[in-house]
């Protein structure tokens, strides 16, 4: 019995739609925002309404005993409300930073702009551009109000009942959070937990969040990145270093490739550069850059002095073509060839002049 072929046709059609919505179902999947993690800590979105860090920037000054942390995130998402838990090592004192001090950092620091000229022919290439607790598993040790910042400060002995302790407080979290936790309750760290408000009712949380200022005594420059192993996708990081020498980092994860690398002197700031607040008297600053997979993370990062304070700067080489040897040659070229053409030619007729016997 011979099939229909109208039919025939239709289960074809049918079959190809199937496949194409199963295509855009899995994109879509694979776009989707499920990042909870950042280096410093934890970022939460509020779970139903999803959101991600696209950048982390961080600055750190230690003066052998005091480490302090500014920390700026850039999210995206529609979510209204978020949460953000950092571990650090002692308790910890939380302000607000200056919203214009990252961007002052960037320009202090960006690369070098080295422009170099080079031979072209148009249409072929083109310009490059530890905390003791007590009985009670959790203790809130103390509860600030900053801006748009609910803050937290929180010891525990348990990270099984931290957890808890954030789900009873509507702080939403990955599973695998209290796992991650686990290893700074055996250290008997302490914990920074900030709920995030954005400016109005329902208006999502976006864009570069306002830093919040860390400080806490530490006897090592150390930042917090055991929770970017619960994210699902790359993260970029980027990390100031302001100390007596230049740093060096040692974790074993992540390029810690150095960017910039130089001494900042109070004496050399404008008088209105944010950065005059973070400097004492001449300090150096390292930045680092880093794009960290979460699959390698396995512990924190920690910062040594280097060697040697040599200083260093990218620099970033953007080639302008010149034409000008290629106009030479293209209208030029055929004048020279022309004349070579007639002197050859003249020289020729000379030999055979002299070269024709007389009769």
Known sequence: ???????????????????????????????????YACGCGVYLPRESDG?????ERALIRWDGQ???????????GQASEAAWILPVPAQAEVKLGDPELFHALYEWTRPQVEERRRHAMPGFGAASEGAMVGA????VLERLDLGPFDVSNLAASDAGALADWLQENDYSFPPDLADVLQPYVEQNWYYVAVRLRSGGAGQPLEGALNPLWVTFPSDQIIYPMRATALAQASIPVTIYVLAEHRAHKLATFGTGRVTFADWLDLAELPTASPLRTVVDSRQFLTKFEDVVDPAQVDGDYLFIFAARDAPYRDVIVRYRDDYTLFYVLACGGPLVFGILLAAGVLHYLRR???TTPVT
């Open 51 to 55: 959101g991600g860090v696209l950048q």
């Open 1 to 35: 019995m011979c099939a229909n072929p109208i039919l025939s046709m239709t289960f074809r059609v049918r079959l190809i739609v199937r496949m194409a919505l199963f295509g855009v179902t899995l994109i879509l999947a694979s776009v989707a925002w499920p990042l």
């Open 66 to 76: 005091t480490e302090e942390i500014w920390m700026e995130l850039d999210v995206v």
């Open 352 to 354: 055979r002049q002299n």
């Open 136 to 139: 009670q598993p959790v203790t």
